[in-house]
């Protein structure tokens, strides 16, 4: 990865061309993704609502927690995660493939397929049609339109790497190539096994944990992961400190998260070697997440302290924990003397919340306000909105992962207990999830000041004036590097 603080004319051009011809295609999934995330934090806090005063939609069957939070999750995983996700593999594979994207359009038509096919998937969910498992709910006719609408949107990444000049590949590309592979074999091994008349139900329960576990860290992971890898060495201008820690990282991420999820059921009646098999493997996602994260310390040595100040770093930095933390929670409650208590408790989605939002969402929203800015040619509106969306997100996360965690241990030990009624143990719980509320309603806040900006960068109606990137707060000496600044006026 290129250190020069000013790069050269042709390469600062070239630049420009790609940002140009990836535009509409990254502000339609940025937005479209956006809009699903909206939508989402709103179903999260009127499932937790209902989740509390279940009385509230007794008229209203269809929007009861059981129908309403599957459609809430759903959204958030295929809506927002999947796009945004898109977007973000898209532009990295161009930048480093130095690719100029050549027809536009059929990128956008993909995307139309993909909103249409989340569309009526969740609408399958709300009326009753779906399939009562976790992440793969929609109805059963959908997943191979939705598996053929993202081969249309993924081969075009493919393509970039296939047809870059330079043979060798950065770890970002890495990345982004064992995520989009990963996706088509687990959504096809999941789904075949899931839709099948005959097998065992406790078979495919399992299954559907493997799914789970594979889609935070071999699907939503690498895309976080790529973005901090290529960020960080950006922003900072320093090379990214350890490649040969980074490939250790990625391989290690790959060799293992396959035999992760069955441990969700362990003592259940599946073969005991698969939940301890998925335990010990769950133990070695800490190598990708301390390599990310001592890498990232590492090569923002002496510069620290800017993640003050620049939204792509504080988000990345953030997520950067968030990972580390994802991964020690899935440990702890992968052990036998704490899984027997918090499996099949609301715990288990705390921990889930971790990784997906608070390490893949809010990493991908540092990569979100790296890249439009370039993209549009104009900046950010307002530092101090950034400031609350991070600030809300953060709490509102955190907030959640923990009450859902505290209230499954409220709730454990009493489905532990053979001599209660399983009655008892949704009403230990339910003081706790009363906070679910009241973090989605945190993170709604936040996410309303995240579409506001990117709805008028969309329209380019950022700042328009040249002093440089927009800040989470003032600072009085240069913190920005030269780069930008060339590349803005290079698209000029």
């Given at each position: 990865m290129s250190t020069d603080t000013l790069p050269a004319v042709d390469d600062l051009h070239l630049r420009a061309r790609i940002d140009r011809s990836l535009r509409y295609p990254l502000l339609f999934f940025f937005t479209s993704a956006a809009a699903w995330l909206s939508l989402s934090s709103l179903l999260g806090f009127f499932s937790a609502l209902t989740l509390n005063v279940p009385e509230l939609v007794d008229r209203f069957p269809y929007l009861q927690y059981g129908r309403l939070h599957p459609v809430h999750l759903n959204a958030l995983i295929y809506g927002w995660a999947m796009q945004a996700g898109f977007g973000v593999a898209l532009w990295l594979m161009a930048r480093l493939t130095r690719n100029v994207l050549r027809n536009p359009v059929?990128?956008?038509?993909?995307g139309h397929v993909w909103n249409l096919v989340v569309s009526v998937g969740l609408l399958s969910i709300?009326?009753?049609?779906?399939?009562?498992?976790?992440?793969?709910?929609?109805?059963?006719?959908?997943?191979p339109v939705l598996l053929l609408s993202y081969i249309s949107i993924v081969i075009w990444i493919v393509g970039m790497f296939a047809s870059r000049s330079d043979k060798g590949a950065f770890i970002s590309q890495l990345?982004?190539?064992?995520?989009?592979?990963?996706?088509?074999?687990?959504?096809?091994?999941?789904?075949?096994?899931?839709?099948q008349e005959s097998g065992p139900a406790v078979m495919k329960a399992g299954i559907n944990a493997w799914y789970i576990s594979n889609m935070i860290y071999m699907v939503f992971a690498p895309i976080a992961l790529a973005a901090s890898y290529y960020i960080v060495p950006k922003v900072t201008g320093r090379p990214v400190f350890s490649y040969a820690l980074a490939n250790i990282g990625f391989w290690t991420l790959v060799i293992f998260t396959g035999w992760t999820g069955m441990n969700r059921y362990m003592g259940g009646p599946l073969p005991a070697w698969l939940?301890?098999?998925?335990?010990?493997?769950?133990?070695?996602?800490?190598?990708?997440?301390?390599?990310?994260?001592?890498?990232?310390?590492k090569t923002m040595e002496g510069k620290l302290a800017w993640a003050n100040y620049s939204p792509a770093l504080r988000f990345a930095f953030f997520g950067s924990i968030a990972f580390i933390v994802g991964v020690a929670l899935n440990v702890i409650i992968a052990t036998f003397p704490v899984g027997k208590t918090l499996q099949l408790t609301q715990a288990q989605g705390?921990?889930?919340?971790?990784?997906?939002?608070?390490?893949?969402?809010?990493?991908?929203?540092?990569?979100?306000?790296?890249?439009v800015p370039r993209v549009v040619g104009c900046e950010w509106p307002n530092g101090q909105m950034i400031r609350f969306h991070f600030w809300f997100s953060a709490y509102g996360v955190g907030a959640i992962a923990a009450f859902m965690i505290f209230a499954g241990l409220a709730q454990g030990y009493v489905i532990g207990n053979y001599t209660e009624e399983f009655t008892t143990a949704v009403e230990r719980g339910k003081p706790?999830?009363?906070?679910?509320?009241?973090?989605?309603?945190?993170?709604?806040?936040?996410?309303?000041s995240f579409v506001a900006q990117l709805g008028l960068m969309a329209i380019r109606r950022g700042r328009r004036d040249e002093e440089g990137?927009?800040?989470?707060?003032?600072?009085?000496?240069?913190?920005?590097?030269?780069?930008?600044v060339a590349e803005k006026a290079a698209q000029a």
């Open positions: 059929t990128l956008v038509v993909a709300l009326f009753g049609w779906g399939t009562s498992m976790p992440w793969l709910d929609f109805h059963g006719g959908l997943w990345y982004i190539l064992a995520s989009i592979f990963w996706f088509p074999w687990i959504y096809i091994t999941a789904n075949g096994f899931i839709h939940p301890t098999v998925g335990s010990t493997a769950s133990i070695f996602l800490f190598i990708p997440a301390l390599a990310a994260f001592y890498n990232q310390v705390g921990v889930d919340l971790v990784g997906v939002y608070g390490f893949f969402t809010m990493t991908v929203f540092g990569a979100i306000y790296f890249i706790y999830l009363a906070a679910l509320a009241i973090g989605w309603f945190l993170i709604g806040l936040s996410n309303i990137p927009t800040l989470i707060h003032k600072k009085p000496e240069d913190y920005f590097t030269n780069e930008l």
